[in-house]
């Protein structure tokens, strides 16, 4: 019999097509992850991928396998949360993660009108990530997220999306920076200096937007500091540690040794969204959304 574990290892590789993605999605190591899906094989007497000198798609076996083991995560999930739920008298909660950037913007005056108004719905609230945010949406560990845009391929199918806030994204530098002396940048004038950005497992989407423009520029960006905050990012920015592109609200809330920029040319945003699971009824999600 397979485990929970064994299936949530078989849906990274056949949502991603990749070894090596999905053993990042799993914080795992490869050649581990390669033998576990062998092993899966070997106990079930049939091949589940269609392989050339890669993955190239599931096979008939391998296509019924990702729905059933969908299916019994999804129903593990929440037999456990309801569970839980019951057990801690939490049956009125809705469960909300959110992007720490997401506090400086828009979400305490959400959250004081949502309070207000349903006194009878508690909140739980989780600061993490997207990736982390998107994982814990799948496996109904949170009834919305907010999230920034563009959500994994492997999520898009299965959740909606509402808008929240679009914000241009600015270079930060060290205030005292050569370039902090011109009022507006090129992306191309950073190609040279050492970048702080947060790590491409935590935020995909626009860990490749940002990529994306920086290879037009020219230029593939030599990151020398990773943090996984926008604030975060902005502090080691302070400290003399790199330059950043950062969401232009952020730079209201009174940094200091740091100086903001606009970008020229063709702006790279910074997208703030609701994301919730298609069908889902948590006590309070429609009304939250719609504040």
């Not at 949406?137 to 999306?161: F, H, N, S, T, W």
């Not at 423009?213 to 996984?228: D, N, Y």
């Not at 606009?262 to 009824?281: C, H, I, T």
Request: with cysteine; net charge positive; charged share 20%.
């Amino acid at each position: 019999m397979l485990s929970l574990r064994q299936l949530r290892q078989f849906l990274a590789v056949a949502e991603t097509m990749n070894y090596r993605r999905a053993a990042e999605r799993l914080n795992m190591a490869q050649p581990p992850l390669t033998a576990a899906i062998r092993n899966m094989e070997e106990t079930l007497g049939v091949r589940l991928f269609e392989r050339t000198n890669r993955i190239t798609g599931l096979t008939a076996a391998g296509t019924v396998l990702q729905e059933e083991a969908r299916r019994t995560l999804e129903q593990m999930a929440r037999a456990e949360a309801l569970t839980r739920r019951a057990g801690q008298g939490l049956t009125g909660s809705l469960r909300i993660g959110f992007v720490a950037s997401a506090v400086r913007h828009r979400l305490p005056a959400r959250i004081a009108r949502f309070s207000r108004d349903h006194p009878d719905v508690a909140l739980e609230l989780h600061e993490a990530t997207t990736a982390r945010q998107v994982n814990a949406l799948l496996e109904d560990r949170l009834d919305v997220a907010i999230v920034a845009l563009p959500l994994p391929e492997y999520a898009g199918a299965r959740l909606a999306v509402q808008s929240l806030l679009s914000s241009r994204l600015v270079a930060a530098l060290p205030q005292d920076h050569p370039l902090a002396a011109q009022s507006e940048l090129t992306l191309g004038a950073l190609a040279q200096e050492p970048w702080i950005m947060f790590p491409a497992s935590e935020g995909p989407g626009l860990y490749r937007a940002i990529l994306s423009a920086c290879e037009r520029a020219g230029f593939t960006p030599r990151v020398a500091q990773r943090a996984l905050q926008m604030e975060t990012i902005i502090g080691l920015t302070a400290a003399g540690l790199g330059v950043s592109l950062v969401p232009e609200f952020l730079r209201r809330s009174g940094w200091d040794n740091v100086a903001f920029r606009p970008l020229a040319g063709e702006p790279v945003l910074y997208e703030v969204a609701f994301a919730w699971r298609k069908q889902d009824n948590a006590p309070g999600l429609a009304e939250f959304v719609g504040y």
